[in-house]
């Protein structure tokens, strides 16, 4: 059967496996209050087998961007520290290193790491030691993805974020998709996320019996399924007993890829959304997350309606138009690096005015 499409899991498959799926490395029991973050003492936070110290617990995580500098376009490190702590003041559960708004196809290993390394050293300097560090570490081949996944760890990652390959995924079969993600798991220093972005890996589509007979192994300890598929978010959520922000679960992650799909994600059983436009609004998305815990539906879906908006923006812009909208509404952005266009002063403004109602809500909160 091909790992591209998502036909329903066979009837009794949600029930199927419950007793292998024991409770993951990242979980924690008793971390679902609203006062989770003002409680945790992170001096109390111990290694695990894994040598991972940092729980993923459900809320919103933000891939976050890389910044360059205007003209030489080296590494602006000190805007990446400083949006790092306003991600993180902002309330969301945990940051992504490396991905598609980070620029990670255009870094360099070395760079890859000084990027992970500046982001865990702004978090632990402004008083976020708890808060974990994901870091995107897919690649074409096996051996240099586990490389990756070795370098994130050296670098202060605590999870590892991980694609397909999918160069010659003509040549690939079922089996080739699951060896690989369990050849990494088995050699990863770190526990690994599954990413289900067909977009970015020539279409691409992990199916549901692909993914929860993976969330098997004891190091894959969560997804991303940025294919927008909320059928089969609900598939894998119930299948793995996914943490929810009321229910510990297995501990497994089971995470939206876009913040357009916040509901549906905790009404599908999901735990939380990795998403890139949580980098203009970040308090917008955590405020959503809160409404739907509290129970008022009726508020988070007029703000779900706003998100959304936004993140269509997102969407249709890219990291060229998400950059020219911080710029544009938080002073700081830039350009990403050549051969990504920069915008003129008329896609600018139209950048800008896309972003504007989320950016008033957001400096509301």
């Keep these: 059967m091909s790992p591209h499409n998502d036909a329903p899991s066979p009837a009794g498959s949600f029930n199927a496996g419950f007793n292998d799926i024991s409770l993951r490395s990242g979980a924690v029991q008793s971390l679902y209050s609203a006062q989770f973050h003002d409680r945790f003492d992170s001096s109390s936070i111990e290694s695990t087998d894994m040598g991972i110290n940092r729980p993923l617990i459900p809320g919103i ?57 500046t982001t865990r050293k702004a978090l632990d300097d402004a008083g976020f030691g708890y808060m974990p560090v994901i870091v995107g570490t897919g690649s074409q081949s096996t051996r240099e993805t586990i490389e990756l996944c070795h370098e994130a760890y050296a670098a202060g990652g605590d999870y590892a974020l991980i694609l397909p390959p999918a160069y010659y995924q003509g040549l690939f079969a079922t089996d080739t998709v699951k ?34 007979e993976l969330s098997k192994h004891p190091n894959i300890v969560g997804c991303k399924l940025t294919c927008g598929n909320t059928g089969k978010l609900n598939r894998v959520a119930a299948a793995t007993r996914a ?123």
């Design 179 to 212: 060896t690989f993600f369990r050849d990494v798991a088995n050699a990863s220093p770190i526990p690994i996320l599954i990413y289900n972005y067909p977009g970015a890996v020539s279409g691409m589509d992990l199916n549901s019996d692909v993914i929860v």
């Design 61 to 117: 995580y933000v891939p976050t961007v890389a910044f360059f500098d205007p003209v030489t376009e080296e590494l602006d490190l000190e805007t990446i520290a400083k949006h790092t702590v306003r991600l993180a003041e902002a309330g969301v559960a945990g940051i992504t290193t490396q991905g598609s708004n980070g620029e990670a196809v255009h870094l360099s290993h070395k760079e890859r790491d000084l990027v992970t390394r």
């Design 243 to 365: 943490a929810t922000p009321s229910e510990p679960g297995s501990g497994f992650m089971c995470m939206g890829g876009s913040v357009d799909f916040t509901l549906q994600t905790l009404l599908g059983g999901g735990s939380g959304i990795i998403g890139g436009m949580a980098n203009i609004a970040p308090k917008a998305c955590v405020k959503l997350m809160a409404l739907f815990e509290s129970g008022d539906l009726k508020e988070a879906r007029k703000l779900q309606a706003i998100i959304a908006r936004g993140d269509w923006a997102a969407i249709q812009g890219g990291i060229v138009g998400t950059k020219s909208a911080m710029q544009s509404h938080f002073g700081y952005g830039g350009y990403g690096r050549k051969p990504l266009p920069r915008p003129s002063k008329e896609e600018a403004r139209i950048w800008r005015e896309r972003f504007d109602e989320l950016v008033k809500l957001e400096k509301s909160l």
